[in-house]
């Protein structure tokens, strides 16, 4: 009998236990811990944040979803992993061991590295957790009783653009449908070298499109954007040149804002040598297996990735879903093998799917691996993407719910984005 702890109820980890219960041994326990009593869907964020969703249509209980399914759940949070005692510790000063773990917590997200950044101690909002979400919602009706000048974007070392982007279009929808959007000002803010880069170096013509899009709805933008400080109403921001020069400060005024911060790894794990990076993200191999301790993997948001390039103003790579869930199988079926004796032997494509909600359209993004050199690169706009978005937005909440993938569902997906087969895992 093992023990295989799944520390993270997201996207990734739900996923993963699931899977990984079907694949273990009938005599192998799967338990999965969280800080949260509830899976939340958040790639519908931005919708809750204009009351286009309630927190409620996109939260799901964890624990009799997973107990049908004869998994373990712990709702605490962890407070230190020990490797070295294949230990985790947690909160309520309790412990649980393990012989496999996979790490798949998301990030820590990191308000705290430029002051006035935040929707708890500072003066913006975000769209990286539902509760964050619901919390913008609120500020979003007052901004709409009193429209001003808006701020969207991403901070330096921010490592998902898609959503900055994403709420900025459904925004510009949303203000047009309350016929105030003559009323507010956009400024979309980030990191990146150029509009649509993405912490990719670009997905094919996203750039264009991108600029284009910003362009078509009148919202104004810089790129090479460090922010500095925020203060109430004021965003401060230094604007580099492709050599990391000054080339301009800004004082942008607001009346709303919201910004994507940096991720850093959860502090459970920060500082553990041969585990995480300078940043605190997981370091694994090929195999989504740490080099180190080679009985724990790590899929998602909480793993390092080296970015492609070197940029002005810092960027991280962004973790998309297909991908992620890619990781999830190469490391389920990793896991397996060692449950039987064998060698890891599967190894996560990468393959990247992104649907960028605009509110009445929307950009599809597909990258082949994700990072560059790529076999295929492209993005493309319409209408059917906001309606794919939703669909898959059912789908997942569902899927959750069973612990069942719909393959035909999947297919139809994928021959809307004109891909015959996608392999998640080799």
Known sequence: MASIIVLGGGIAGVTLAYEMKEKARSTDKVTLISDSATFHFVPSNPWVAVNWRTPEKIKIELAPYLAKKDIEFIHKAAKRLHPD????????????????????????LAFDEIPGL?????????????DHAENAAAGWNKFVENPGPMIVGAAQLASCFGPAYEYAFIADTELRKQKVRNKVPMTLVTSEPFIGHLGLGGVGNSKDMLEGVLRDRHINWITNAKIDKVEDGTMFITEVDEAGEVKKNHEL????????????????????????NPRGFIIVDEYQRNPKYDNIFAAGVCIAITPPEATPVPTGVPKTGYMIESMVCATVQNIAQ???????????????IC??????SGIAFVAMPQIPPRNVT?????????????????????????????????????????????????
């Open 85 to 108: 005692e294949n230990r985790i510790e947690l909160e309520d000063g309790s412990d649980v061991t393990y012989d496999y773990l996979a790490i798949t917590t998301g990030p820590r």
């Open 118 to 130: 935040g929707p708890v101690d500072g003066f913006t909002q975000s769209i990286c957790h539902v």
């Open 253 to 276: 005024p607001f009346n709303y804002s919201m910004i994507l911060p940096a991720f850093t790894g959860i502090d459970a794990v920060c500082d553990i040598e041969g585990l995480v």
């Open 338 to 352: 060692l449950l039987n004796g064998e060698q890891p032997t599967n190894t996560a494509t990468w393959n990247a």
């Open 355 to 360: 649907l960028a909600d605009m509110g009445d």
């Open 378 to 426: 492209w993005a493309k706009q319409g209408k059917w993407v906001h309606a794919a978005k939703v669909m898959f937005e059912k789908y997942y909440l569902r899927k959750v719910k069973t612990g069942k993938t719909d393959p035909a569902f999947e297919r139809q997906i994928l021959k809307m984005l004109g891909i015959n087969k996608l392999d998640k895992c080799d």
